[in-house]
């Protein structure tokens, strides 16, 4: 009965230990970047799925959403899976999809980063500047942050969600 009791209480203190780092790493994260988004507070409403699971990956996109809602004036939801159906209610202007076998991190927008208006285009690449550092952290798994330019797979992905209604179309960020 011991041994089960000291396994118990290692757990907990591995579990304590770990919030604690990830609070102390969210604030550093805040603390860099609000500074460099303080002047302009885009409006954005975003969608974070994440298909992981993982309790580090869930961690990390807390983070990502806290210093989002932080930084922006978002709207943030978050589900775990890519929806298989036409989206009834009101779409998003970004969505972030960490998928479960990819070491990545997709920034789905309905138009391409050189196509989005300049004062928007700012805002996106703060976005994602927030994004790389959070999911580059020494501390959890690494995953590099990829647009629908980087790559076919959140390409793909941005088309099926605009298409059936998940994701704004070209030119509408907000």
Same mark, same amino acid.
């Given at each position: 009965?011991?041994?089960?009791?000291?396994?118990?209480?290692?757990?907990?203190?591995?579990?304590?230990?770990?919030?604690?780092? !990830?609070? *102390? &790493?969210?604030?550093? $994260?805040?603390?860099?970047?609000? +500074?460099?988004?303080? /002047?302009?507070? %885009?409006? #954005?409403?975003?969608?974070?799925?994440?298909?992981?699971?993982?309790?580090?990956?869930?961690?990390?996109?807390?983070?990502?959403?806290?210093?989002?809602?932080?930084?922006?004036?978002?709207?943030?939801?978050?589900?775990?899976?890519?929806?298989?159906?036409?989206?009834?209610?009101?779409?998003?202007?970004?969505?972030?999809?960490?998928?479960?076998?990819?070491?990545? !991190?997709? *920034? &789905?927008?309905?138009? $391409?980063?050189?196509?989005?208006? +300049?004062?928007?285009? /700012?805002?996106? %690449?703060? #976005?994602?500047?927030?994004?790389?550092?959070?999911?580059?952290?020494?501390?959890?798994?690494?995953?590099?942050?990829?647009?629908?330019?980087?790559?076919?797979?959140?390409?793909?992905?941005?088309?099926?969600?605009?298409?059936?209604?998940?994701?704004?179309?070209?030119?509408?960020?907000?």
């Amino acid at each position: 009965m011991s041994e089960i009791k000291r396994q118990y209480c290692s757990l907990i203190t591995i579990s304590l230990l770990t919030v604690l780092l !990830v609070i *102390t &790493l969210g604030l550093t $994260v805040q603390g860099e970047d609000q +500074e460099a988004n303080q /002047e302009t507070r %885009e409006s #954005i409403s975003i969608l974070i799925i994440d298909q992981t699971g993982s309790f580090a990956t869930s961690m990390q996109t807390e983070l990502l959403a806290r210093n989002l809602t932080d930084q922006l004036d978002a709207d943030i939801q978050a589900r775990t899976d890519i929806p298989g159906k036409v989206n009834e209610g009101g779409s998003y202007g970004l969505i972030f999809v960490i998928p479960e076998r990819l070491p990545q !991190v997709w *920034t &789905l927008t309905g138009l $391409v980063p050189y196509k989005v208006p +300049e004062e928007k285009r /700012e805002a996106l %690449e703060g #976005i994602q500047k927030i994004a790389k550092k959070i999911y580059s952290q020494e501390d959890f798994p690494k995953r590099k942050v990829v647009g629908i330019i980087d790559d076919l797979a959140p390409a793909a992905c941005a088309s099926y969600l605009v298409r059936y209604g998940w994701l704004k179309g070209p030119g509408n960020l907000n």
